[in-house]
């Protein structure tokens, strides 16, 4: 694997990478706050560069398609949101997968694997590491919702395999698919016994403070972004992924308890004992 530093918007240079490439995965995430400005023109740098090396393009998806009023199960023929019932980042996801399906009839093989919130791995920036574990070490947790409601995960070691083994399967992909991948579906207060079990002990519970966040909407940008995806603790969901199981033989999954273990100890959250 070679590794080449190069502006993902500059179209000579990232073709010019890409050559010869037999897949692309467009995994650039911009800030909340630049989704409006950036997320679609780094999805279409995404499929031009695919296009242009005639390779089959992997899209990381999410549920935001679905808007605040998604259901509970979402399979992979589950439709999307009208604009006008969207949220602005929902709305941003939905024109994406739209390219997606027009890039097709171009030519373009693409799948968008969709999937709940990310959690371990070596990465930083999610619900699990910036909010709900960020003070265990004081021995407290936050959960964003109510402890009741389903809510969809992602263990992303187990996600990045997917990927691979969703690109060594490319042969049987066409067109621009939709590609669920399940993770778990668990309840706020499943995942946070889970948390307590792996570390040893009992935790003090606290939740997010949305009211005075929704005070500070109009003179934060990013507490407005993150209020706006509030619903997503609210509605109970989870993804169920049949079109993925019938691809691979085998879709990976780490058994929960497993999958926290590591990512506290990515975090460097687990006390010696429970290593």
């Not at 019938?246 to 506290?264: D, M, S, Y």
Request: with cysteine; aromatic share 8%; net charge negative.
């Amino acid at each position: 694997m070679e590794e080449v530093l190069c502006d993902a918007l500059d179209s000579n240079m990232t073709m010019a990478a890409a050559q010869g490439v037999q897949v692309v995965v467009n995994a650039l995430n911009p800030l909340y706050t630049a989704w409006e400005t950036e997320a679609l023109p780094l999805a279409e740098q995404g499929i031009a560069v695919a296009s242009a090396a005639g390779a089959v393009l992997l899209y990381p998806g999410n549920v935001y398609n679905f808007g605040p009023e998604l259901p509970e199960m979402l399979d992979e023929t589950t439709s999307f949101a009208d604009d006008g019932a969207n949220t602005a980042k929902g709305r941003i996801r939905v024109a994406i997968e739209r390219r997606l399906q027009e890039a097709a009839q171009q030519g373009l093989v693409s799948a968008t694997i969709r999937a709940g919130d990310f959690f371990g791995g070596a990465g930083r920036g999610s619900w699990f590491d910036l909010a709900i574990v960020k003070d265990l070490a004081k021995g407290k947790v936050v959960y964003p919702g109510p402890l009741n409601r389903v809510h969809a995960w992602a263990y992303l070691p187990d996600l990045a395999e997917t990927f691979v083994g969703v690109a060594e399967a490319r042969e049987r992909l066409s067109g621009a698919s939709r590609l669920h991948f399940p993770g778990y579906g668990v309840t706020g207060e499943e995942l946070l016994l889970g948390i307590e079990g792996v570390v040893g002990r009992r935790v003090r519970r606290g939740g997010m403070p949305w009211g005075l966040m929704r005070l500070a909407t109009p003179f934060a940008p990013m507490l407005r972004a993150i209020f706006e995806m509030r619903y997503l603790w609210q509605r109970p969901h989870q993804l169920e992924g049949r079109r993925l199981d019938g691809l691979l033989a085998e879709v990976p999954h780490t058994p929960l308890r497993e999958a926290l273990r590591g990512a506290l100890q990515a975090l460097d959250l687990l006390p010696e004992r429970g290593r």
